[in-house]
């Protein structure tokens, strides 16, 4: 059985960074390109980022372009989200997301999600 455990979400200034991590358990996790969503009250689930088997890829939302990063560990099935210069607007939870190849492309179904850890950002 698969499973994702996100973390790392909290109350965060606006300006402020956090880090979100991902732990991927029941897969081989190198083998998956994995990702992050969020999903704000009232709004649909929107794509942030994801990155390829071996990170060398990243794909990025253009609301979060040269503020975030994504990042992962294969040693430690492990992937990140580090989020700078947080705004109002980034307030969400945030979505740890496995494929199920190994390489990511626009609109690429979601195989695995995580619980989900929440943002939440204040002026």
């Known amino acids: 059985q698969v499973r994702l455990a996100d973390s790392g979400g909290r109350l965060v200034q606006a300006g402020g960074s956090l880090r979100l991590s991902c732990v991927v358990s029941?897969?081989?996790?190198?083998?998956?390109?994995m990702g992050w969503f969020r999903q704000a009250p009232g709004k649909e689930r929107e794509f942030v980022s994801a990155?390829?088997?071996?990170?060398?890829?990243?794909y990025y939302a253009d609301s979060v372009k040269d503020r975030f990063t994504i990042s992962r560990d294969n040693a430690q099935n492990t992937v990140y989200l580090q989020m700078n210069s947080l705004k109002q607007e980034d307030t969400a939870t945030y979505y740890c997301?496995?494929?199920?190849?190994?390489?990511?492309?626009?609109?690429?179904?979601?195989?695995?999600w995580g619980q989900g850890t929440q943002v939440t950002v204040s002026s």
């Open positions: 997301a496995g494929y199920s190849g190994n390489y990511y492309y626009g609109g690429a179904p979601v195989s695995y």
């Open positions: 029941g897969t081989t996790f190198s083998r998956h390109a």
């Open positions: 990155t390829s088997w071996s990170g060398a890829r990243t």
